[in-house]
């Protein structure tokens, strides 16, 4: 008696921890079960093809690049054929980022395409910044910034940085070519 009172008690447990546990893709599981799809483009940025280092940069901006470990992106080529995946895959990246764990930093509605600027962590601490833009004739990226304690003032640190450097462009042609460039 006491064995099945037992064998019900951890059968209630183990069903009451999977139905609480979230059935939502994360966006780590969604770069990995994407990055086996064909329709995908999928590399990591390490800081050292910025090329920064040889730059002459200010303190903030030197702090600013040091905040940054490495860019994942994912990019999304829409062709004729695919269209009716790229919806879907669409659809999936926009309920990811809808969710509360991701604060909104900016919007992006220009003539050259549409997205979200999103992050994890605090405001003072950031240690994920999502980039994703779309434009529906070509495709879309989606950008993971991965660093630690960074902060929104470092972005724009980070962008002058990127404007003083010698990018190695030929490292980043494939993201290029996603929107037709």
């Known amino acids: 008696m006491k064995n099945s009172i037992k064998n019900i008690a951890a059968a209630l447990i183990l069903v009451v921890?999977?139905?609480?546990?979230?059935?939502?893709?994360?966006?780590?599981?969604?770069?990995?079960?994407?990055?086996?799809?064909?329709?995908?483009?999928?590399?990591?940025?390490?800081?050292?093809?910025l090329n920064i280092a040889g730059a002459n940069l200010t303190a903030e901006e030197k702090k600013a690049v040091e905040s940054i470990k490495k860019l994942n992106v994912?990019?999304?080529?829409?062709?004729?054929?695919?269209?009716?995946?790229?919806?879907?895959?669409?659809?999936?990246?926009?309920?990811?980022?809808?969710?509360?764990?991701?604060t909104q930093l900016m919007k992006i509605n220009s003539k050259f395409a549409k997205g979200v600027v999103k992050y994890i962590g605090?405001?003072?601490?950031?240690?994920?910044?999502?980039?994703?833009?779309?434009?529906?004739k070509e495709g879309f990226a989606l950008i993971r910034v991965i660093g630690k304690d960074m902060n929104p003032a470092d972005l724009g640190q980070l962008i002058r940085a990127m404007e003083k450097s010698d990018i190695n462009e030929g490292a980043l042609k494939g993201l290029g070519s996603v929107f037709g460039q």
């Open 17 to 49: 921890s999977l139905a609480s546990c979230s059935s939502s893709q994360s966006l780590q599981e969604y770069y990995v079960d994407s990055s086996e799809n064909s329709n995908f483009l999928s590399f990591d940025i390490p800081t050292s093809i």
């Open 74 to 102: 994912l990019a999304f080529k829409k062709t004729g054929e695919n269209s009716v995946s790229y919806n879907a895959e669409k659809l999936k990246v926009n309920n990811i980022l809808d969710n509360k764990k991701f």
């Open 122 to 136: 605090n405001e003072d601490a950031i240690d994920e910044v999502i980039i994703y833009g779309h434009r529906d």
